[in-house]
DNA sequence: ATACAAGTTGACGTGCACGTAAAGAAAACG
DNA sequence: CGTTTTCTTTACGTGCACGTCAACTTGTAT
């Protein structure tokens, strides 16, 4: 298993986000980067899971939510209880999201139109404008 | 025009937010009732830009980023100047999201595989619960 | 007239997601 | 060896979006 341990720096420059940041998310059981002595290695997990936590924070969600997801992506050594507690997590964030997409694609469509009604307006404004 | 002025309460209640947030709104200038003597007075355009606010909210824009937006819906007496920039700002906007419905169908349908993947794991686990 | 509900303006408090400055250890370089 | 860079912990600061009092006016009911 490659695992390539990379460092700090190289995973910030890697996902563009500070070292503050990675230590935050470390504090909040985010990622669990490896030790050696003081400094943190990341590893091919955390590098998943920051991508993982990076897309949830796109889309509006909480740290907290985005940290009971990524146990259902990464379920380790998770007890039957758990794994059922998560998977409902998960049924609910998944409808949550396909919710989500529904009002984005109404969003999408309302701001067409009004850029288009908005080009219209400044078309003809430009052409008042020229005609005085 | 029936602009049918509401009192704050029956704002809140249709939309589901406190007076607090609406005082706020207001001091942010994404909303701006009437006011008859001291009480504030919501119209028919109030209400909305605090749907849109709303929207806005749950696709994760900052109020400010709505507060752009929401002049574009609504450009009254813009300045042709003004008119255009706020024209930039919504393409811009509007390119966002596209890109974050595209990101979302990605999170979606990873998610649905992984939702697949744990019930799988659930009924696998459970088989072996019976027969111990 | 008075009690009470509903609304108002400050002003300070809170949770989240980090930013930033201070002080020290540890590896890398000349 | 000393110096510079990189990383560390600790801790206080910040911007956003409100929550939560306190003190006050205003309309409504009894």
Redesign the interface.
Known sequence: MTDELIGIREMCDAFDVTPRTLRFYETKELLSPVRIGQKRLFTRRDRARLKLIL??K???FSLEEIRQ?LD??D?RDQQ?TQ??K??EI??A??AD??A??E???E??ED??D??KW??E??NS??QK?KSA
């Open positions: 897309r949830g796109r889309f509006g997801l259902l992506y379920p039957l794994l059922k998560t998977y998960a049924k964030r998944l999201m396909v989500r997409r009002a984005l694609d969003a999408i701001l067409e009004q850029l908005g080009e307006t400044i404004l430009t404008q």
